[in-house]
């Protein structure tokens, strides 16, 4: 018993500080070599104590089934969705018969979004790490029961209205329809942030968002206000406009300026879309 606590001890170690010569935080060998030492090492885990393996993660509510805890982290919970995400995992599946050691791979395996186990047989389940899809690694064609953070890392949930997050994209861009794949860096259901309630606006002007792109615009007919991702018409409240600094929307149906930005703890305000500008996205948990 003793030498399987110290093997399950160094592999915990393993899992909680990462690569002893990289990053202290996350697993950044992504090699097959690593991928074939998990496989190997994680069913040694498993026959521990249960207090062997109980750093970093706890089932909130004693389900398996609903949600993970994981301690240390800003946005802590995992959830389940239906979702679609990449095809691809990041790493070979791993035979895991616990979901807590299932969320302690994918929260220190570098470019881990989102997870899931798929039953392969009657003592264990194949845990799958997900990253964010690419042009290599496209989106799944169905939706899949996966486990993922309630939010997006470095999202916030809204002070006024709790239903929705807002991140913002750390690399600028012009306006327009190009700020839609940004925001799906982030998430797959990651948008371009377009208020459409009082609340959802004073919660985005009361975040750093200082004139960050909205996903709302008047590009396809001027006058005509909608939002980038759905197309959709967008009823423009004149109150929303009204204590903003120099009357920026003085000039609102000019033709000149058709992308909305932030002007922050003020309001919306009209700009030219070739400016560049880092765009904030919303996530609906």
Not at 229 to 248: C, K, L
Request: hydrophobic letters at 40%.
């Amino acid at each position: 018993m003793l030498p399987t606590l110290i093997i399950s001890a160094i592999v915990a170690s393993i899992l909680v500080n990462g690569h002893p010569e990289g990053n202290s935080d996350r697993l950044t060998d992504n090699s097959p070599g690593k991928a074939i030492i998990f496989a190997i090492l994680v069913p040694i885990l498993l026959k521990a104590k249960p207090r062997s393996i109980s750093i970093g993660v706890v089932i909130l509510g004693g389900s398996l089934g609903s949600s993970v805890l994981v301690k240390g982290e800003s946005a802590t919970a995992y959830v389940t969705r239906s979702v679609v995400h990449a095809e691809r995992p990041l790493v070979a599946p791993v035979a895991t018969s616990s979901a807590v050691t299932c969320a302690m791979l994918c929260r220190r395996w570098e470019g881990c979004l989102k997870w899931s186990r798929r039953a392969e047989g009657p003592a264990a389940a194949l845990c799958y790490l997900w990253p964010i899809h690419s042009a290599d690694n496209p989106l799944t064609a169905a939706a899949e029961t996966v486990y993922q953070y309630i939010v997006p890392p470095g999202y916030v949930l809204s002070p006024f209205d709790r239903r929705v997050a807002y991140g913002s994209h750390r690399r600028g861009a012009r306006g327009g329809y190009g700020i839609i794949s940004m925001c799906h860096e982030h998430d797959p259901e990651s948008v371009p942030a377009f208020p459409t309630t009082d609340e959802q606006l004073r919660g985005l002007i009361s975040l750093p968002f200082e004139d960050y792109w909205t996903g709302i615009s008047d590009i396809e007919k001027e006058g005509v206000f909608m939002d980038l991702f759905n197309e959709r018409n967008i009823t423009v409240n004149p109150e929303w406009y009204q204590d903003v600094a120099n009357n920026h929307f003085a000039n609102i149906y000019s033709g000149r300026n058709d992308c909305v930005v932030i002007k922050e703890k003020l309001g919306l305000a009209c700009r030219s879309c070739t400016l560049i500008r880092y765009p904030v996205c919303e996530y609906w948990p």
